[in-house]
């Protein structure tokens, strides 16, 4: 396609974006190399509880997708093709007459506590960690399948293979089954260095390694909407494309920077802080620090580490709503900022703060043990957050420094943290290097990029990079002189 038709011609794009608590439907246009989103439909998403067991509904998913379909086709706006995004480490079970076996279970199920140790047993945890640079969590999709096969009625033993949940959705709109590259990567069974499932590791614990699929990249064609879809919705027979099926890696995707010299931060509940790296990372180094490395696109890998991030502010907030006291986002940020010298912090990821009961209570509980200054007022608590939080950012930016080939000139910081001005500021001035702060919807919009660079709309993720320079609005802090 020449340079001209690029420019000229005005293309839409469908992202269909999930979260763990809500999804949304994104329409993407892209015009004279121009990108400009507009949400369509937002859903609801949650955990559905079953006799104990915890599942995510897909069906309840798929009636969504349905009716965000009919809402944009009855706008007349004309798709190129749709992309789906979730979260990782999920998957359903596909029969051998190709039907789906139940509903998928949800990470959030406890099933998996003490999976790891059995896994060990067999699989040494270094031995695991050095096969697959993935970091070790209990959820992880190789403990998941570990587990269901210990429960005697679980689908996975009829089951003729599994699609993670991006493939799962993709498979229910196409009726084709691929298995996308950078969702599978957050499974814990791929090599990082070949980009393919090291198979060996399922046959050694017993469990029959056919159950997964030929590894695709991002950017393949998935197959076309069913006919019947098309007739139920009013779309048109459009593509399903694979795009980075994990939402991190959609999300890194849409980072806006010039060059490879920067680390990104991914923030929100939880918060990603990494590099991208055109080779994984994996050593006895990589392995003590359980730093990941995760399958991004154009062969890149996000090498990365998971922090604690605003869980802290909204669980604090909750006790605080209980007891009266209700702030917006902006009173938040004054609060923090009238309190900006207040001394004392905590370490986000000390496992106390993984889900106690009253958060502002734990947190305060711990400076008094520490024999730190405890906040009198909720202004002081903020702050306290704000600073643990920026403090931890130095630990890991330092650690992410000694494994970069480059040096680290900026960060970019990606999702709903980064409107977050007064932590953007406290993170220039702890870095001491700019931080740019956008975009917050960054993972519909990588999203979007990957289905223009199938299209042939883009040339490549750098290409993709500067579209999106030129289409955002980003804000850049600058360290202040101390």
Excluded at 227 to 250: K, L, N, Q, R
Excluded at 438 to 463: C, F, H, R, Y
């Amino acid at each position: 396609m020449s340079q001209n038709q690029n420019t000229n011609s005005v293309h839409h794009f469908l992202a269909f974006d999930l979260g763990a608590t809500s999804g949304r439907a994104i329409i993407g246009t892209l015009s004279d190399g121009k990108l400009t989103s507009e949400e369509a439909y937002r859903f609801p998403n949650g955990v559905k509880e079953i006799d104990g067991k915890y599942y995510w509904d897909v069906f309840a998913l798929f009636d969504h997708f349905i009716a965000a379909m009919k809402k944009v086709a009855a706008s007349g706006i004309k798709i190129d093709s749709i992309g789906i995004d979730t979260w990782g480490v999920d998957f359903g079970c596909i029969g051998e007459d190709g039907s789906i076996l139940g509903l998928p279970r949800a990470y959030r199920d406890p099933y998996t506590e003490g999976v790891p140790e059995k896994v060990f047993a067999v699989l040494p945890k270094e031995e695991l960690y050095q096969a697959t640079g993935t970091q070790i969590m209990n959820f992880n999709t190789i403990f998941q399948i570990y587990a269901q096969f210990q429960e005697p009625d679980s689908p996975i033993h009829q089951a003729k293979e599994i699609l993670f949940m991006p493939d799962l959705l993709s498979y229910m709109l196409t009726g084709e089954k691929v298995c996308e590259y950078t969702d599978a990567s957050t499974s814990g069974l791929i090599n990082p260095r070949n980009r393919d499932f090291d198979r060996s590791l399922l046959d050694r614990l017993g469990i029959k390694s056919s159950i997964l699929r030929e590894i695709v990249q991002p950017g393949t064609k998935v197959g076309m909407l069913k006919p019947e879809i098309c007739a139920e919705t009013g779309m048109e027979s459009i593509p399903v494309i694979a795009v980075a099926g994990h939402d991190t890696a959609s999300a890194i995707a849409s980072i806006p920077a010039a060059d490879e010299k920067f680390a990104y931060l991914s923030s929100g509940t939880w918060s990603l802080m990494g590099i991208e790296s055109r080779t994984p990372i994996v050593n006895k180094e990589s392995y003590e620090l359980n730093i990941t490395n995760e399958g991004g696109i154009d062969g890149t890998t996000r090498f990365l580490k998971n922090i604690t991030g605003m869980w802290l502010l909204e669980q604090s907030r909750k006790t605080w709503e209980k007891e009266g006291r209700t702030y917006n986002y902006a009173q938040i940020e004054a609060m923090g900022l009238a309190a900006v010298d207040f001394p004392s912090t905590i370490d986000p990821d000390d496992p106390r703060f993984a889900a106690p009961k009253d958060m502002d209570a734990e947190i305060k509980a711990a400076l008094a043990e520490s024999g730190q200054q405890v906040p009198k007022t909720d202004g002081e608590m903020v702050s306290c957050i704000y600073h643990s939080l920026t403090k931890k950012y130095i630990d890991v930016i330092a650690m992410l420094q000694r494994f970069a080939d480059f040096k680290i000139e900026k960060l970019h910081v990606i999702g709903g943290g980064s409107s977050n001005k007064l932590v953007s500021q406290l993170t220039a001035n702890a870095l001491q290097i700019p931080v740019i702060c956008g975009p917050v919807e960054g993972t519909s919009i990588g999203n979007i990029m990957i289905q223009a660079k199938t299209a042939g709309l883009v040339k490549d993720l750098w290409d993709m990079r500067r579209i999106i320079a030129n289409s955002i609005e980003t804000k850049t802090y600058y360290p202040e002189s101390k």
